[in-house]
């Protein structure tokens, strides 16, 4: 389809999806064929073409189960990697779509190719500066990355930087959900291991050779099947790769520690970028637009599942660690959020009549309606930074006392706002049963103290 005209190319996007309405089973036939054929569409130059791409996928991935697609998500995604680092930003805009889809649909699939994945994250919000390590605002910054901004450009603006984020984050998530369900599974597994070793040989399996099995015993009644077990990993030569999820950025300490070092201070930048308003309208610091409330959620929630992991690594590892002497950024790390994070926290929202713009985007609901809204944003975007910062003090006693007045914002307002829920009343309705457990949750850690090891980044 490469050769043809645009209309041409989108016409016989559009034509497959009639043809596939049709007739279900040609789907089933063809698919590693119409999947190499038409996934090279994500990086077409022309928009309209790649919108009809979009909504191919949109019809086919329900109806394709997750282990069917999986000998072709190579080629998804080797298409989708071009996209998502493409030369054009409006192509790199548009790979969020195809991004997002393959996430709802595969998302265990995605995982396998998350180190690549995470690259191509970091590269639509970043530029590279010049080699080496620097300086930038208290933190190491690797390899001179700073936060892109192109006025003329669509990845710049504040509504493209949301919807990187967001899916930087369900990414993350996806991630997170499949590193717990193979801790889960291998848990399960040793709970209700049996010693059958003895019985159960165990079989591996090399690359490009033939592998035979015996599966049925030698019996004069009726053959049983052997026992046997295949192990997890893939052998080439002498090596043997790993094939599942244990390890990836979430799981290894060093992976974290290498991502966080590059993207808290892009992730510190953006958040920065979202709230320069107050020099132009005198509003205070504390006040946030709608559209900044939503990107400043999306980095306190990424910041989450980032310091849970390096959290949940730390535990697993606790006697390496303390035998490793790494540079421990922490300190910077606790710094540099206590500033932007506190400096102005609880935050409130800007309720502000409506524009044209936000109308028509709202359609019939009332201001007092958005206005709950906002407000229902604000609450999850302030409960999102008690949970950051209280996953650094809860357990030390020293952060603790340095941070002391930050300590005090948090408490106040969990206090607060549970007296403001208990009174009733309008405000109270803005919060939702998953908001008063939290706050029920955060009290407990505030008020109570809790025992356990102190979070360390290494």
């Given at each position: 389809?490469?050769?043809?005209?645009?209309?041409?190319?989108?016409?016989?996007?559009?034509?497959?999806?009639?043809?596939?309405?049709?007739?279900?089973?040609?789907?089933?036939?063809?698919?590693?064929?119409?999947?190499?054929?038409?996934?090279?569409?994500?990086?077409?130059?022309?928009?309209?073409?790649?919108?009809?791409?979009?909504?191919?996928?949109?019809?086919?991935?329900?109806?394709?189960?997750?282990?069917?697609?999986?000998?072709?998500?190579?080629?998804?995604?080797?298409?989708?990697?071009?996209?998502?680092?493409?030369?054009?930003?409006?192509?790199?805009?548009?790979?969020?779509?195809?991004?997002?889809?393959?996430?709802?649909?595969?998302?265990?699939?995605?995982v396998?190719?998350s180190?690549?994945?995470?690259q191509?994250?970091v590269?639509?919000?970043?530029?590279?500066?010049?080699?080496?390590?620097?300086?930038?605002?208290?933190?190491?910054?690797?390899?001179?990355?700073?936060?892109?901004?192109?006025?003329?450009?669509?990845?710049?603006?504040?509504?493209?930087?949301?919807?990187v984020?967001?899916?930087?984050?369900?990414?993350?998530?996806?991630?997170?959900?499949?590193?717990?369900?193979?801790?889960?599974?291998?848990?399960?597994?040793?709970?209700?291991?049996v010693?059958?070793?003895?019985?159960?040989?165990?079989?591996?399996?090399?690359?490009?050779?033939?592998?035979?099995?015996?599966?049925?015993?030698?019996?004069?009644?009726?053959p049983?099947?052997?026992?046997?077990t295949?192990?997890n990993?893939?052998?080439?030569?002498?090596?043997?790769?790993?094939?599942?999820?244990e390890?990836?950025?979430?799981?290894?300490?060093?992976?974290?520690?290498?991502?966080?070092?590059?993207?808290?201070?892009?992730?510190?930048?953006?958040?920065?970028?979202?709230?320069?308003?107050?020099?132009?309208?005198?509003?205070?610091?504390?006040?946030?637009?709608?559209?900044?409330?939503?990107?400043?959620?999306?980095?306190?929630?990424?910041?989450?599942?980032?310091?849970?992991?390096?959290?949940r690594?730390?535990?697993?590892?606790?006697?390496?660690?303390?035998?490793?002497?790494?540079?421990?950024?922490?300190p910077?790390?606790?710094r540099?959020?206590?500033?932007?994070?506190?400096?102005?926290f609880?935050?409130?929202?800007?309720?502000?009549?409506?524009?044209?713009?936000?109308?028509?985007k709202?359609?019939k609901?009332?201001?007092?309606?958005?206005?709950?809204?906002?407000?229902?944003?604000?609450?999850?975007?302030?409960?999102?930074?008690?949970?950051?910062?209280?996953?650094?003090?809860?357990?030390?006693?020293?952060?603790?006392?340095?941070?002391?007045?930050?300590?005090?914002?948090?408490?106040?307002?969990?206090?607060?706002?549970?007296?403001?829920?208990?009174?009733?009343?309008?405000?109270?309705?803005?919060?939702?049963?998953?908001?008063?457990?939290n706050l029920?949750?955060f009290?407990?850690?505030?008020?109570?103290?809790?025992?356990?090891?102190?979070?360390?980044?290494?």
């Open positions: 389809m490469g050769h043809y005209s645009v209309t041409m190319r989108k016409e016989a996007l559009v034509g497959l999806k009639d043809l596939f309405q049709l007739h279900e089973n040609l789907l089933e036939e063809n698919l590693g064929i119409i999947t190499k054929r038409v996934a090279e569409k994500m990086t077409d130059s022309d928009p309209s073409v790649r919108q009809s791409l979009l909504l191919l996928f949109c019809f086919i991935f329900p109806l394709v189960p997750q282990e069917r697609m999986a000998p072709f998500s190579p080629i998804v995604m080797a298409h989708l990697s071009c996209a998502m680092t493409h030369i054009y930003d409006d192509i790199q805009h548009d790979s969020l779509g195809f991004l997002e889809l393959c996430l709802q649909y595969f998302p265990t699939l995605m396998t190719s180190s690549q994945l995470i191509n994250f590269g639509m919000i970043s530029y590279q500066g010049t080699s080496g390590t620097k300086k930038s605002k208290g933190l190491k910054q690797k390899v001179g990355k700073g936060l892109s901004v192109n006025p003329k450009g669509k990845l710049s603006s504040l509504r493209s930087r949301l919807k984020l967001q899916q930087l984050l369900a990414f993350l998530k996806a991630l997170e959900s499949s590193t717990n369900s193979c801790q889960a599974e291998s848990s399960f597994t040793s709970m209700n291991h010693d059958v070793s003895s019985s159960k040989p165990i079989f591996h399996f090399q690359k490009h050779l033939p592998t035979q099995i015996q599966v049925l015993q030698h019996s004069v009644e009726e049983m099947l052997l026992p046997f295949f192990d990993t893939v052998t080439f030569g002498m090596q043997s790769v790993n094939t599942g999820s390890s990836n950025i979430l799981t290894d300490g060093q992976k974290t520690k290498d991502f966080m070092e590059t993207i808290v201070p892009l992730l510190l930048e953006c958040w920065v970028e979202c709230n320069p308003a107050q020099v132009i309208t005198g509003l205070p610091d504390s006040v946030m637009s709608p559209s900044s409330i939503n990107v400043m959620l999306a980095i306190a929630e990424i910041f989450k599942v980032i310091f849970k992991a390096a959290e690594n730390q535990t697993k590892h606790s006697n390496i660690l303390e035998q490793t002497k790494v540079e421990n950024f922490l910077d790390i606790y540099e959020l206590n500033h932007h994070f506190m400096s102005h609880p935050f409130t929202a800007c309720h502000t009549p409506l524009l044209k713009k936000e109308k028509k709202f359609g609901s009332s201001q007092q309606d958005v206005g709950d809204k906002i407000s229902s944003s604000v609450l999850t975007l302030n409960l999102a930074i008690c949970e950051v910062m209280l996953q650094f003090v809860r357990n030390d006693v020293a952060l603790k006392k340095k941070y002391h007045s930050a300590v005090q914002k948090l408490e106040d307002f969990v206090i607060e706002s549970l007296l403001l829920k208990a009174k009733g009343g309008a405000w109270a309705q803005q919060f939702q049963t998953e908001h008063v457990e029920i949750k009290a407990h850690q505030i008020l109570c103290g809790k025992q356990g090891n102190v979070l360390q980044i290494v």
